[in-house]
C-alpha cells in the first residue's frame, strides 16, 4: 500500500524559506523520478520539480534559482528547499513518487498524499 506523508509547511513571510518533506511507503522510491506539485485556490495542480534516481533535477520556471529539490534513497524521502518565497507561491504542496516523461512534459503517475499548506505573506 502506497503512503506518502508529507510536512514541513507553514507561514512565512515574503522572502523566507522553508523546507518541505516527503517520506515514501510502499513504492519504488529509489528506481522512479519523483516530484512535487502545487495547488492553490481555484487552480488546477502544477508541476513544480522533479529529481531522477540519479539525482538529475528539473524544474518549472518560477521554481529555478530558489527552489532546490533533492532526495535520500535509503529513507524515501525527497525534500524541497524553497528560498525567497513570494505570496504567489502559497498553495498546498504535494508529492508524487512516480513521474513519468511524456513527451519532455512530467506526468504525475503515482498516488498523492495529503500535500502540506504553505502560506506566504506580503
Known amino acids: 500500500q502506497v503512503q506518502l506523508v508529507e510536512s514541513g509547511g507553514g507561514l512565512v513571510q515574503t522572502g523566507e524559506s522553508l523546507t518541505l518533506t516527503c517520506v515514501a511507503s510502499?513504492?519504488?522510491?529509489?528506481?522512479?523520478?519523483v516530484g512535487w506539485y502545487r495547488e492553490a485556490p481555484g487552480e488546477r495542480r502544477l508541476f513544480v520539480a522533479a529529481?531522477?534516481?540519479?539525482?538529475?533535477?528539473d524544474y518549472i520556471d518560477f521554481a529555478k534559482g530558489r527552489f532546490t529539490i533533492s532526495r535520500d534513497n535509503t529513507k524515501d524521502t525527497v525534500n524541497l528547499q524553497m528560498n525567497d518565497l513570494k505570496p504567489e507561491d502559497t498553495a498546498v504542496y504535494y508529492c508524487?513518487?512516480?513521474?513519468?516523461?511524456?513527451?519532455?512534459?512530467?506526468?504525475?503517475?503515482?498516488?498523492w498524499g495529503q500535500g502540506t499548506q504553505v502560506n506566504v505573506s506580503s
Open positions: 529529481i531522477t534516481p540519479a539525482g538529475v533535477a
Open positions: 510502499g513504492t519504488n522510491f529509489a528506481r522512479n523520478v
Open positions: 508524487n513518487v512516480d513521474l513519468r516523461d511524456l513527451l519532455g512534459a512530467w506526468f504525475a503517475a503515482g498516488s
